[in-house]
């Protein structure tokens, strides 16, 4: 799935297509490169750590929440914007999803499409917040963010809701398996990248998502209405934050009112990792995912290495640290200087 | 006048990625000299002066220093050997004072240690601006100082380096007549101090009065250095285009068609303009000349909704429209090329194709999804037309140089099928031989029934292409003569109209 105007007209000869996809695509590449060598490493100290029933509960389907949470704030990061209320944003919805399934009685689909409502309502809160009122979606989300912490502790009474006693086979959501071998959660989170991938790179939002990014101001006088796309874009990924935050409930048999705030930063930190550009104009959902993933096995690796968490922390950091560094450096090589 | 060789560079050559930037160039400097450095654009003039002042490494090649061999590998080092440049877009920082903006990174606490030094450094600039005969007060903000002033600031912060040379890219690009004269004045104070200035310009005219030597670069190569008094204007175009272009020419007559395309009726703006009213014929192109400030700008960016108009009404093809947005503009087929077209008309870091097609992506889609094939076609077809040159319609836009760049402006607009266009400064930063392409564009345009609003503060161009011509001053329109009836002292009259 890739960027479908680079490759536009890619019938070029056919040895240095692919040289020419590995030199475009280099920073994937290597990111990818080091999900393997990560991967291997863990697998040669502990056996345990590639089978099965690690990589599909303990990496995967840990990387279900933030992976979500991190494909949609991918739209926002790329067109230059923010948006900090994603974790709390979680929790919020997450909360409602609760007191409506066992308030109306709804069923797993009832329950799915509160979820995503709420979660797109939080998006075109921020979307109005930045556009209408001009406030910087760092000020405008980090707003949103503490809001939506108060509104989730308001609503639930500060108690957790259970699912058990509302609605028959929630847990089935995330923990269910369509596909034989593989929980519901992360076929979801793989078709919700999918869906988002050619949302990014073949629709007119995804578009639009990259125009502003690069340069708003001429996307705007060249007669793109600026403020409705980026509330769309906000709204698309508050929709990403309302399946999160189904698949976290789904997890967990329960909506935590304090369970989401940190979250947001695990998933820029994954979009960063990806090779998204933090200024905006560049950017792509198999880097998030493969970003989230570097995450995943990272965590999980230096826990069965029984590593402390205090120091799985730290090393998070200096992964971050490297992977934006190695990427700058490998840019300045390549000439590409703004 | 000292011979003494202050600098030489030989043999430099510097590729990026799939580009030969230069090829082989030699270019050298003696004390007390201005040496004017010319090509067209893209022809590598700033990135010989990026590797003379540390901001680019050059592949290979030889840099001597008085005398030395140097390796000039940062900015910093540049700045320790001596070598200072002003580049065509302004550093400074408006938020800070003339004199911190010029004592930037050198400031001055030898006092107490953590604090700055304020009076000291105030006394030092103002030293310095009566040094070089400007007329600033060094507390200041840079913020509130004219482009001019500021282009003053760079200059003071440059010579504040006290180094040997000094590397101006393009410092009149924004400067009216009587301010390029003053900067020539510092100038001549440079050299007769005994310092080498390399001078970077388009205006060619300006040679004549200030440089000593003149090196053609064309492409990347070498091509020529010539000695100031034994040349002229054409011969120096034709061997930076390697052929010759004809200066002072006028329109030829068309055929006008009546039709009035789009009617402006008492146009006025919070701040600056005041009751615009103007006609434009279908098949038209409108040069509106004036001074710097005199609303010309101000007045593209009203009518096409950019900025709120306090006042006025717009008619199309005697129909009225309400235009608030730029998209209700692109809605009504006016199409906006901005002066600046990397902030306003680009974007640098996508490629051609998307660049082509921004001002028409719906255009281009199907159920919501674009169709790539069709968008590519679309691009290369504008390639062909307008002759971009780039590697391929996968080229990012920054890797063009400023005249394909334009280029693929005009394309954004064509492919949206505008029949108005607005060109503000359609050649500003472009060279000789491309800037007539463009005029040729222009006229072409104009022939297959487009109306062309033409911004430009350079008389001749105006002279040269348009039909009619408007002039503003301070706000107001205030004449339209036809272009037989016009020339330089008439539309000076006119644009100075309402001074005191």
Redesign the interface.
């Known amino acids: 799935m890739s960027d479908v105007l680079k490759t536009a007209g890619e019938e070029v000869q056919g040895e240095s297509k692919i040289k020419e996809i590995i030199r475009r695509e280099i920073g994937q590449v290597l990111a990818l490169g080091s999900l393997v060598v990560l991967f291997a490493f863990f697998s040669i100290m502990r056996p345990v750590f590639y089978s099965w029933a690690n990589v599909s509960n303990g990496i995967l389907m840990s990387t279900t929440v933030t992976g979500l949470l991190a494909i949609g704030i991918t739209f926002v990061i790329i067109t230059g914007g923010i948006d900090l209320s994603i974790g709390t944003g979680t929790a919020l919805c997450a909360i409602m999803v609760g007191k409506l399934v066992v308030a109306w009685h709804l069923n797993l689909a009832g329950g799915v499409i509160v979820g995503v409502v709420v979660g797109g309502l939080l998006g075109v809160v921020n979307g109005i917040l930045i556009t209408l009122l001009k406030l910087p979606p760092f000020i405008a989300t980090l707003a949103t963010m503490k809001a939506a912490q108060g509104l989730a502790l308001i609503i639930s009474q500060m108690r957790p809701i259970h699912f058990a006693d509302g609605v028959k086979g929630w847990d089935q959501i995330a923990q269910g398996n369509l596909i034989p071998q593989i929980p519901n959660g992360v076929t979801i989170l793989f078709v919700g990248a999918t869906i988002a991938s050619i949302i990014l790179n073949r629709t007119v939002l995804g578009r639009y998502t990259f125009a502003i990014g690069s340069n708003s101001e001429a996307t705007k006088l060249s007669g793109v209405k600026v403020d409705r796309w980026l509330i769309a874009i906000y709204a698309l990924c508050g929709i990403y934050v309302g399946l999160a935050a189904v698949m976290l409930t789904s997890r967990l048999g329960s909506a935590q009112p304090d369970l989401g705030l940190g979250y947001e930063l695990e998933a820029i930190a994954a979009v960063i990792i990806g090779g998204t550009s933090i200024l905006g104009g560049k950017g792509s959902i198999r880097g998030t995912i493969i970003g989230a993933l570097i995450m995943s096995v990272l965590i999980n690796g230096l826990r069965i290495l029984e590593l402390q968490q205090e120091w799985q922390y730290v090393v998070v950091g200096i992964v971050i640290i490297f992977a934006v560094w190695s990427d700058n450096v490998r840019r300045r090589r390549a000439g590409d200087v703004s | 006048m000292a011979t003494a060789q202050l600098l030489s560079l030989s043999g430099v050559s510097k590729e990026?990625?799939g580009v030969k930037a230069l090829n082989n160039v030699h270019f050298d400097l003696n004390k007390g000299e201005v040496h004017a450095l010319v090509g067209e654009n893209g022809a590598g003039k700033s990135t010989l002066m990026k590797i003379l002042s540390g901001i680019y490494k050059k592949d290979t090649g030889e840099i001597t220093y008085q005398g030395n061999h140097v390796n000039v590998s940062s900015p910093i080092e540049a700045h320790h050997l001596g070598i200072s440049i002003i580049h065509q877009e302004l550093n400074l920082m408006p938020h800070l004072t003339v004199a911190e903006n010029i004592f930037i990174g050198r400031e001055d606490r030898k006092k107490v240690r953590p604090f700055l030094n304020k009076t000291m450094q105030n006394k030092a600039a103002a030293a310095l601006l009566a040094e070089l005969s400007l007329n600033l007060d060094p507390k200041t903000l840079v913020g509130d100082l004219t482009i001019a002033k500021q282009q003053m600031v760079e200059i003071a912060k440059a010579v504040s380096y006290r180094g040997e040379v000094i590397i101006m890219d393009e410092p009149t690009s924004s400067l009216t007549p009587a301010e390029t004269e003053s900067l020539f004045a510092i100038i001549r104070t440079l050299k007769a101090a005994g310092k080498g200035v390399v001078y970077i310009s388009h205006r060619l005219e300006e040679l004549e009065q200030i440089s000593d030597r003149i090196t053609v670069i064309r492409d990347g190569e070498y091509v020529k250095t010539l000695n100031t008094k034994e040349t002229n204007i054409p011969e120096v175009i034709s061997l930076m285009v390697g052929r010759t272009v004809d200066q002072d020419q006028r329109p030829d007559v068309r055929p006008m068609n009546s039709d009035v395309v789009l009617k402006v009726e008492g146009i006025s703006t919070r701040n600056l303009l005041k009751d615009v009213s103007f006609e434009l014929k279908r098949g038209e192109i409108l040069g509106f000349a004036g001074l710097m400030g005199s609303g010309r700008t101000e007045l593209a960016r009203a009518l096409?909704g950019?900025d709120p108009k306090t006042d006025g009404k717009v008619f199309l093809k005697g129909q009225e429209v309400k235009i608030k947005?730029?998209?209700d503009?692109?809605?009504a087929g006016i199409g906006?090329l901005?002066e600046d077209r990397k902030?306003?008309?680009?974007?640098?870091?996508?490629?051609v194709?998307?660049n082509v097609i921004?001002?028409s992506?719906?255009g281009f889609?199907k159920f919501?999804?674009?169709k790539?094939?069709p968008?590519?076609?679309i691009a290369?077809d504008a390639i062909a037309q307008l002759k971009i040159r780039t590697p391929?319609?996968?080229q990012l836009v920054?890797n063009l140089s400023g005249g394909n760049q334009q280029k693929v402006v005009i394309a954004?607009w064509l492919t949206?099928n505008c029949d108005i266009l607005i060109f503000d400064e359609p050649t500003r930063g472009i060279d000789v031989g491309a800037k007539d392409e463009i005029y040729k564009l222009l006229t072409k345009l104009a022939s297959e029934g487009k109306s062309i609003i033409m911004i430009s503060s350079e008389l001749p161009e105006v002279l040269r292409m348009s039909d009619r011509i408007a002039v503003m001053c301070e706000g107001r329109l205030t004449g339209i003569i036809d272009n037989k009836d016009a020339d330089q002292p008439t539309i000076m009259q006119y644009a100075t109209k309402y001074r005191d």
């Open positions: 990026f990625p096409i950019a947005s730029p998209s503009a692109v809605e906006y901005s902030r306003f008309g680009l974007l640098l870091i996508q490629n194709t998307f921004l001002a992506i719906p889609t919501g999804f674009v790539s094939g968008a590519a076609g290369r391929s319609e996968k920054k954004k949206r």
